[in-house]
């Protein structure tokens, strides 16, 4: 598996100092709140507290999960650049607990103190950040737990894009590709196009990863047949600079099992995908592959449950 977390999981680099996760770290607290506020901003607030009340507020986790989305908080109200918070004063908070911390309901996860108004204007975007993470934290800490030996991994199907893939990563699970740009997937949708070949598609792939510098190279296969091309084209290439993953998609536990006891582990990553839940995934964690692939990770979390409340 350590072959597979060098891949397939890059959970480390998802932090502010990162460029680009800075910027989806922005779209989701940022964007969103200049969404919240519109035009005239929190008219309730403004209404019924006055302007010059400061009092402490605490965010409570009212179900038990995996805490994520610290991080993410704490940049948005504390270490940017004061110019993104035009709308927003200074708000000074207090983390009582850590993202990958194992929380449950009734512990209080952070204090905010600032002016009320201030606060109540964030409520809802850090609650959306923290339900939403946590909830993907917490299921995929499940699936790690029911299958530790071997890499589990979401898919690109995201509605927070590497924010998502972060929560996976405190979870326990990998990250898998990060964008289109970060490896390469050679997928259905590039083989059934007319002359393309899966022979064609690995030495083209092949040679646009090194001028690219892709982490890996992977080939999504239907059936054992597409398998054994892809192994010996794989294999021919001969001296790799770049790893090589084949993803056996939506095949039975016993054929991938068979697919690996003749070709698995010859200089590639074998990855199971498609229809994997909880209910099977040690089934397929016993075939033998490295990384198990799961859409349900980021499209099927329920999200955890937080409240605000006035600190008592």
């Not at 040679?207 to 992977?218: D, L, N």
């Amino acid at each position: 598996m350590e072959l597979a977390k060098k891949t397939h999981n890059m959970g480390e680099t998802l932090t502010p100092e990162n460029a680009t996760y800075k910027q989806w770290i922005f779209r989701y607290t940022f964007l969103e709140l200049e969404k919240d506020l519109g035009e005239k901003g929190d008219i309730t607030s403004t209404a019924v507290v006055p302007v010059e009340m400061r009092y402490p507020y605490q965010i409570i986790a009212k179900s038990d999960g995996i805490l994520a989305g610290v991080q993410e908080i704490k940049y948005f109200l504390c270490d940017s650049d004061p110019n993104f918070r035009p709308r927003i004063g200074e708000i000074e908070i207090e983390f009582l607990k850590n993202d990958g911390d194992l929380v449950v309901a009734g512990e209080i996860i952070m204090t905010l103190n600032g002016n009320s108004q201030d606060i109540l204007k964030v409520e809802r975007t850090i609650l959306n950040l923290l339900q939403r993470m946590s909830g993907i934290a917490t299921l995929a800490r499940r699936f790690v737990d029911k299958a530790p030996d071997v890499l589990i991994v979401p898919t690109r199907k995201t509605l927070w894009g590497l924010l998502d893939k972060r929560a996976c990563a405190i979870g326990g699970a990998g990250t898998h590709r990060l964008n289109l740009e970060d490896a390469i997937l050679i997928k259905d949708t590039h083989l059934n196009l007319p002359g393309i070949t899966v022979e064609s598609a690995l030495n083209g792939a092949y040679a646009a990863a090194i001028k690219t510098r892709a982490r890996f190279i992977e080939i999504e296969v239907e059936n054992a047949e597409m398998g054994i091309k892809a192994a010996e084209t794989i294999k021919k290439i001969g001296d790799k600079e770049i790893q090589f993953v084949i993803m056996l998609d939506n095949m039975a536990p016993a054929k991938i099992a068979e697919f690996i006891e003749k070709y698995g582990n010859d200089g590639f990553l074998v990855e199971a995908s498609g229809g994997i839940n909880l209910e099977n995934v040690e089934e397929y964690a016993k075939t033998g592959v490295d990384i198990i692939s799961i859409g349900e990770l980021t499209m099927g979390a329920k999200p955890m449950d937080f409240s605000m409340k006035v600190k008592a």
